[in-house]
Structure formats: C-alpha cells, structure tokens
C-alpha cells in the first residue's frame, strides 16, 4: 500500500483523500486548522505548521511514496519547495506550471499569444462583463458587471496591490478536462459540465457530456498544448465555455482540482490519485483503462427550516470533519458532517446510472427523501 501526504484539508483535500480511499492509499493529512473537511476522511490527522519544518512534519514526509499539495497558500508552497531540495522529496506538484496559472494575467497572456480562443478582455469588448482577481482560482471574487462605466467605477476602487482583470461575459456551457504527464506525454480524461450557482460557484456536475466527439477531440488536443506550453510535470485542469459553437479558454490550474475528479472516478474508473501516485512514483503515465460510461452527478445541497437549496461548492469548505456514507439520504454517497439532531444539513450527493434516466430518477428519490427529511425535522 502506498502513502501520501496531503498538504490542505479543505475542498482539494477533501478530493484527494476520498480518491485515495477509492485507491487503497493510506493518506496522512497536514493541515493548521484541527477540525478542516478532509479530517474525517483522512486515514491519520496531523494538526501542523508547514512553515515551521519541524522534525515531526519532515518525518512525517519521509513516511510517503508522494506529497501532495492541496492547497493554494503561496507561504506553504513556498516552503515546501524549499523542503523538496533539502530533504530530496517526492513532491508531486509542479511549482513552475503552477506559478503560471495561478495568475490570470500570466495564463491569459500565454493562452492568447498561443492563439487559444478565450474570452477577449476589456475595454476591446462589449458589455456585460466579468470581473476577476488576478490570483485566486475558481469562482472566488468573480463578479458580473452591466456596464462599462461600472467597470472602469469598480477596477478605479480596487486598493493599491491587489490586481483584477475584466472580460466579456459568455453565456454558455462550461466544461472542464484535466491533464496528466509530463513534457512530450501527456493524457486527458472524461468531460465534465459545470453548473453554477447564482454566485458563479459550482454548484453540480456531470458527466458525461451532450457536446460531440469533434468538440471532445478539440478540448483535449487544446489541454494537451496548454500542458506542452506550460511544461506541465503533473495534473492540471482546463476549464472553457462554449460560446457559439466555440470552446474558449476560461482559466487552467496546474494542481488537484475539487469535484470534477469525484465525477470522472464515478463515471469512468480512472482515479486521479493513482494516475498522480503513477506518474510520480514510476515516473509513466498508466495505459488509458476506461470502463463503461456511467452518467454521474455531483452536488452540494444544503436543507434548513423550510427549504432545499442548491448551492456551490463555498457552502462544503468551512464544514467541520467530513464522513462518507454510503446508500444514504437517497444517494449513492454522501458526504457531510451531519450528525443526528442537527438543525442544518449540508452535504455532496453522488449518484451514477448506467443512463441518464436511470440517473434522473434515482436523483429525483433523493429529493424527495431529502424533502421527507425537511419536513420531518430529523
């Protein structure tokens, strides 16, 4: 049995641990905070200051195959770099790639240098528009603008230091497909859709997805020459929107993504921390083994007093340690802190089907219990 040390309990964390579990990995997580998501689901929880490297943390390394960085802490990756040289660790994380997609200006500009469609960036563009700090990844800051007197009012209001960038806002699908390797070889995987909330925070996915092979093709062929481009040594994830019939590039993250490798486990077999723990480890990518398509869904609901909501994936991160159920709550799985008599139920629901209407009525029973439940008070 392999072990890894996941760095970050939160969403990330959450993502690696579970897969690791799926992947018979014994998992040693490192986080400051002692009650962070991923602890439940950890095999062993270590409440530690990556910064401090002190003798029990670097032990602690010694004891993995890998380490894993799920996280996006500059002051963590930091020294965690500077371990890696000291302590010669197997570290799996591209810290280069990661510096380049980890700012939007910098991505952005090589994405269009490359001439890969992405959304074009104001003032060359035509209202609505989105608006997005330049360093965090996901749906964190974004926001949407009517106007461009609302722009230019906004970017002029931003404090000294912090940088954002605004584009035209596409009203299309967004997709997501991650890559795996490293330079000269390289892999994609299933497709995923990302449905968002009101907030622009994911909120759902699935898979697979109504979009063609043509489309599929294209996606993969443009992850694998953003991989090439970035010199990417890992796993990075590639999100586009498809705007008339176009993909265009929305943002890449060269590190673990949340959520979207939960569906594609689900819906193929491939399981992301053997993928990483293969190419970190024997230093080769595995031979592509896709079992049948499942069509699988992945979503956060939150129920409280009189009503279930759908809600991003923001509403998961702050929740105490996670527990994963099976056949629960009309689900698959389901992973919550939830404990009996709690006024409030937040949690990920996972269902798979071996078509899209077995799949819409097993999600349709969890409604319905979920709304028993509301109603029964339990």
Not at 9 to 29: D, M, R, S, W
Not at 140 to 163: C, H, M, N, Q, W
Not at 199 to 228: H, Q, R, W
Not at 231 to 236: D, F, H, K, T
Request: net charge negative; glycine share 6%.
């Amino acid at each position: 049995m392999k072990t890894a040390v996941i760095i970050g309990g939160k969403l990330q964390g959450v993502e690696a641990c579970y897969l690791a579990k799926k992947a018979n990995i014994k998992t040693i997580l490192i986080d400051l905070n002692p009650s962070v998501p991923a602890s439940g689901i950890a095999d062993e929880f270590y409440c530690l200051n990556v910064c401090e490297k002190s003798k029990e943390l670097i032990a602690l390394f010694k004891k993995a195959d890998f380490i894993l960085p799920a996280m996006e802490n500059d002051e963590v990756l930091h020294a965690l770099r500077e371990l890696k040289e000291v302590e010669s660790l197997n570290i799996a994380f591209d810290f280069h790639a990661y510096e380049i997609s980890s700012s939007k200006v910098r991505s952005d500009q090589l994405i269009r240098e490359n001439q890969i469609p992405a959304p074009i960036y104001y003032p060359d563009c035509l209202p609505p528009y989105i608006v997005k700090p330049n360093s965090m990844s996901g749906s964190d800051g974004v926001r949407y603008i009517e106007t461009a007197e609302e722009v230019e009012s906004f970017l002029a209001s931003v404090p000294k230091g912090e940088s954002w960038v605004a584009q035209e806002y596409l009203n299309g699908k967004s997709y997501s497909i991650e890559v795996i390797g490293k330079p000269g070889n390289y892999r994609t995987f299933e497709v995923t859709e990302i449905h968002m909330d009101d907030a622009y925070d994911c909120k759902m996915v699935t898979a697979p997805c109504p979009i063609s092979n043509a489309l599929k093709d294209e996606f993969s062929n443009i992850g694998i020459k953003l991989a090439e481009l970035v010199q990417l040594n890992g796993i990075m994830d590639v999100e586009v929107i498809l705007d008339k019939g176009q993909l265009k590039v929305l943002e890449i993250d060269a590190r673990i993504p949340s959520q979207t490798p939960t569906v594609v486990y689900h819906s193929t077999g491939v399981n992301f921390m053997e993928e990483i723990a293969q190419l970190f480890c024997n230093e080769e990518i595995s031979p592509r083994n896709w079992k049948e398509e499942y069509y699988t869904s992945f979503e956060h609901y939150v129920v409280k007093k009189d009503k279930i909501e759908g809600l991003g994936e923001h509403v998961m991160s702050n929740r105490g340690p996670l527990h994963c159920y099976k056949n629960h709550m009309g689900a698959d799985e389901v992973i919550t802190d939830y404990r009996k008599g709690d006024n409030l139920l937040v949690g990920t629901f996972i269902n798979s089907a071996k078509t899209q209407q077995e799949l819409d009525e097993k999600r349709n029973c969890m409604k319905k219990i979920l709304d028993k439940f509301l109603k029964e008070g339990k």
